[in-house]
């Protein structure tokens, strides 16, 4: 099970700091992503980090989000740092299975979501 929290109302500019606690499973085992989906937009990758820390970031977040896990609260974070209007979306967290790590088919258990609202 995944839990997503930390969303909120946030001006541009600002930063939020989401949090996914995963309970089941070896957490540390699997790499674990980052994905949103604005209202009538397909999800879309926002980042991965696999068991070993390393990370890889969409090109619209680059420099501004980090993903960050801690093994040892079975919790994975992400970072937002100057947030702009179209960064507006519910944003998910899931862990992954098998395949491309920015093809949300390669993620089998996915929490509810937790909502970003970037006003400008």
């Known amino acids: 099970q995944l839990v997503e929290s930390g969303g909120g109302l946030v001006q541009a500019g600002g930063s939020l700091r989401l949090s996914c606690a995963a309970s089941?499973?070896?957490?540390?085992?699997?790499?674990m992503g980052w994905f949103r989906q604005a209202p009538g937009k397909e999800r879309e990758f926002v980042a991965t980090?696999?068991?070993?820390?390393?990370?890889t970031y969409a090109d619209s977040v680059k420099g501004r989000f980090t993903i960050v896990r801690d093994n040892a609260k079975n919790t994975v974070y992400l970072q937002m740092n100057s947030l702009k209007a179209e960064d507006t979306a519910v944003y998910y967290c899931?862990?992954?299975?098998?395949?491309?790590?920015?093809?949300?088919?390669?993620?089998?258990?996915w929490g509810q979501g937790t909502q970003v609202t970037v006003s400008s």
């Open positions: 899931a862990r992954h299975r098998s395949g491309i790590y920015y093809y949300s088919t390669s993620y089998a258990y």
């Open positions: 089941g499973g070896t957490f540390s085992s699997y790499a």
């Open positions: 980090i696999n068991w070993n820390g390393g990370s």
